[in-house]
Protein backbone atom coordinates (compact mmCIF):
# COMPACT_ATOMS: atom_id res chain seq x y z
CA UNK A 1 0.00 0.00 0.00
CA UNK A 2 1.12 3.16 -1.29
CA UNK A 3 1.92 6.00 1.93
CA UNK A 4 0.27 9.06 0.74
CA UNK A 5 0.44 10.82 4.23
CA UNK A 6 3.43 10.44 6.53
CA UNK A 7 1.51 10.93 9.67
CA UNK A 8 -0.55 7.72 9.14
CA UNK A 9 2.73 5.64 9.86
CA UNK A 10 3.30 6.79 13.38
CA UNK A 11 1.21 6.06 16.36
CA UNK A 12 -0.66 8.40 18.20
CA UNK A 13 1.48 7.57 21.65
CA UNK A 14 5.20 8.03 19.77
CA UNK A 15 7.38 10.55 21.10
CA UNK A 16 10.99 10.33 19.86
CA UNK A 17 12.38 10.33 16.56
CA UNK A 18 14.93 6.85 15.87
CA UNK A 19 13.17 4.26 14.39
CA UNK A 20 12.95 3.30 10.68
CA UNK A 21 10.12 2.14 10.90
CA UNK A 22 6.65 2.41 12.83
CA UNK A 23 5.54 -0.06 15.61
CA UNK A 24 2.71 -1.23 13.23
CA UNK A 25 0.74 -3.42 15.71
CA UNK A 26 0.43 0.46 17.49
CA UNK A 27 -1.21 2.05 14.90
CA UNK A 28 -4.38 0.41 15.38
CA UNK A 29 -4.50 2.57 18.42
CA UNK A 30 -6.73 5.67 18.73
CA UNK A 31 -6.20 7.89 21.77
CA UNK A 32 -10.00 7.28 22.03
CA UNK A 33 -9.62 3.78 22.29
CA UNK A 34 -6.48 4.63 24.63
CA UNK A 35 -8.89 6.33 27.02
CA UNK A 36 -11.57 3.43 27.10
CA UNK A 37 -8.91 1.07 27.74
CA UNK A 38 -7.94 2.87 30.47
CA UNK A 39 -11.10 3.80 31.76
CA UNK A 40 -11.72 0.15 32.10
CA UNK A 41 -8.36 -0.45 34.34
CA UNK A 42 -5.70 -1.70 31.58
CA UNK A 43 -2.54 0.25 32.78
CA UNK A 44 -0.87 1.39 29.90
CA UNK A 45 2.83 1.69 30.17
CA UNK A 46 5.57 2.77 27.24
CA UNK A 47 8.76 0.96 26.30
CA UNK A 48 11.11 2.44 23.03
CA UNK A 49 12.82 0.19 20.56
CA UNK A 50 14.31 1.77 17.29
CA UNK A 51 12.72 -0.39 14.93
CA UNK A 52 15.63 -1.30 12.19
CA UNK A 53 15.30 -2.39 9.10
CA UNK A 54 16.62 -5.62 9.58
CA UNK A 55 13.66 -6.32 11.36
CA UNK A 56 12.09 -7.29 8.17
CA UNK A 57 14.86 -9.43 6.53
CA UNK A 58 13.67 -12.60 6.10
CA UNK A 59 15.44 -15.53 7.66
CA UNK A 60 17.73 -17.19 5.29
CA UNK A 61 19.46 -19.40 7.29
CA UNK A 62 19.09 -23.00 6.79
CA UNK A 63 18.72 -23.78 10.42
CA UNK A 64 16.37 -20.79 12.05
CA UNK A 65 18.58 -20.84 15.37
CA UNK A 66 21.40 -19.48 12.69
CA UNK A 67 20.08 -16.61 11.83
CA UNK A 68 21.61 -13.12 13.03
CA UNK A 69 18.99 -10.71 14.71
CA UNK A 70 20.12 -7.08 13.60
CA UNK A 71 20.99 -4.54 16.96
CA UNK A 72 17.92 -2.03 17.82
CA UNK A 73 18.31 0.05 20.48
CA UNK A 74 15.78 -0.05 23.51
CA UNK A 75 14.52 1.95 26.78
CA UNK A 76 12.93 1.18 29.47
CA UNK A 77 11.70 3.54 32.22
CA UNK A 78 11.95 2.37 36.09
CA UNK A 79 8.40 3.79 36.40
CA UNK A 80 7.12 1.09 33.58
CA UNK A 81 9.20 -1.37 35.25
CA UNK A 82 7.20 -0.93 38.73
CA UNK A 83 3.92 -0.49 36.93
CA UNK A 84 4.56 -4.11 35.08
CA UNK A 85 6.29 -6.01 38.09
CA UNK A 86 3.04 -4.73 40.09
CA UNK A 87 0.70 -5.98 37.86
CA UNK A 88 2.47 -9.25 37.58
CA UNK A 89 2.45 -9.51 41.42
CA UNK A 90 -0.91 -8.61 41.25
CA UNK A 91 -1.73 -11.80 38.99
CA UNK A 92 -2.51 -9.30 36.10
CA UNK A 93 -1.50 -10.24 32.31
CA UNK A 94 1.09 -8.47 30.56
CA UNK A 95 0.24 -7.76 26.94
CA UNK A 96 2.85 -5.79 24.64
CA UNK A 97 1.67 -3.85 21.95
CA UNK A 98 3.53 -5.34 18.87
CA UNK A 99 6.76 -7.26 18.39
CA UNK A 100 9.09 -4.44 19.23
CA UNK A 101 7.44 -4.02 22.48
CA UNK A 102 7.75 -7.82 23.60
CA UNK A 103 11.50 -7.84 22.49
CA UNK A 104 11.63 -5.01 24.58
CA UNK A 105 10.26 -6.42 27.48
CA UNK A 106 11.60 -9.96 27.13
CA UNK A 107 15.36 -8.07 26.61
CA UNK A 108 14.55 -5.85 29.80
CA UNK A 109 13.54 -8.82 32.13
CA UNK A 110 15.77 -11.66 30.85
CA UNK A 111 16.64 -12.30 34.44
CA UNK A 112 13.06 -12.74 35.14
CA UNK A 113 12.92 -9.19 37.06
CA UNK A 114 11.91 -6.28 35.00
CA UNK A 115 14.75 -3.54 35.22
CA UNK A 116 15.02 -0.29 33.77
CA UNK A 117 17.68 -0.22 31.31
CA UNK A 118 18.65 1.03 27.73
CA UNK A 119 21.11 -0.48 25.20
CA UNK A 120 21.05 -2.51 21.94
CA UNK A 121 18.96 -5.88 21.74
CA UNK A 122 19.41 -8.59 19.35
CA UNK A 123 17.22 -10.90 20.77
CA UNK A 124 16.28 -13.40 18.37
CA UNK A 125 13.02 -15.43 19.56
CA UNK A 126 12.45 -18.47 18.21
CA UNK A 127 10.01 -21.52 19.40
CA UNK A 128 11.17 -22.83 22.34
CA UNK A 129 11.52 -19.46 23.92
CA UNK A 130 10.67 -19.48 27.38
CA UNK A 131 8.62 -15.92 27.97
CA UNK A 132 9.37 -14.18 31.35
CA UNK A 133 7.34 -11.16 31.11
CA UNK A 134 4.48 -11.17 28.45
CA UNK A 135 1.34 -13.11 28.37
CA UNK A 136 0.13 -11.57 25.47
CA UNK A 137 0.87 -9.79 22.49
CA UNK A 138 -1.08 -7.55 19.99
CA UNK A 139 0.90 -7.54 16.69
CA UNK A 140 0.25 -7.40 13.09
CA UNK A 141 -0.06 -10.32 10.36
CA UNK A 142 3.62 -11.08 9.43
CA UNK A 143 5.81 -11.86 6.11
CA UNK A 144 6.54 -15.34 6.00
CA UNK A 145 9.93 -16.75 7.14
CA UNK A 146 10.67 -13.37 9.05
CA UNK A 147 11.99 -13.39 12.58
CA UNK A 148 8.52 -11.90 13.33
CA UNK A 149 6.49 -15.07 12.68
CA UNK A 150 9.16 -16.75 14.87
CA UNK A 151 8.28 -14.28 17.30
CA UNK A 152 4.33 -14.97 17.12
CA UNK A 153 4.78 -18.86 16.44
CA UNK A 154 7.15 -19.08 19.87
CA UNK A 155 4.28 -17.52 22.07
CA UNK A 156 0.87 -18.93 19.96
CA UNK A 157 2.62 -22.44 18.43
CA UNK A 158 3.51 -22.64 14.66
CA UNK A 159 0.27 -24.65 14.09
CA UNK A 160 -1.84 -22.06 15.26
CA UNK A 161 -0.49 -19.29 13.69
CA UNK A 162 -0.78 -21.08 10.48
CA UNK A 163 -4.20 -21.88 11.09
CA UNK A 164 -4.75 -17.88 11.57
CA UNK A 165 -3.28 -17.31 8.82
CA UNK A 166 -5.65 -19.31 6.65
CA UNK A 167 -8.29 -18.07 7.97
CA UNK A 168 -7.30 -14.70 7.70
CA UNK A 169 -6.67 -15.35 4.16
CA UNK A 170 -9.97 -17.08 3.62
CA UNK A 171 -11.82 -13.97 5.03
CA UNK A 172 -10.07 -11.29 3.37
CA UNK A 173 -7.26 -9.56 6.16
CA UNK A 174 -4.94 -7.55 5.27
CA UNK A 175 -1.33 -8.25 6.20
CA UNK A 176 1.63 -6.66 6.90
CA UNK A 177 2.81 -2.86 7.98
CA UNK A 178 -1.17 -1.27 7.35
CA UNK A 179 -2.87 -4.85 7.74
CA UNK A 180 -5.23 -6.09 10.88
CA UNK A 181 -4.14 -7.14 13.90
CA UNK A 182 -4.96 -10.39 15.98
CA UNK A 183 -4.15 -10.60 19.78
CA UNK A 184 -2.90 -13.69 21.45
CA UNK A 185 -3.16 -14.63 24.72
Do not use: W
Not at 70 to 85: L, V
Not at 162 to 184: C, H, P, T, V
Amino acid sequence: EKLADKARYQTVYATQDGSAAAPTAGLHFTNDLLEKLSAKGVKICEVTLHVGLGTFRSVQAENIEDHVMHSEYYSISQETCEAIQSSKSAGKRVIAVGTTACRTLETAGKSGELIESSGFTQLYITPGYDFKLIDGLVTNFHVPESSLMMLVSSLAGRENIMNAYEEAKQKGYRFFSFGDAMLII
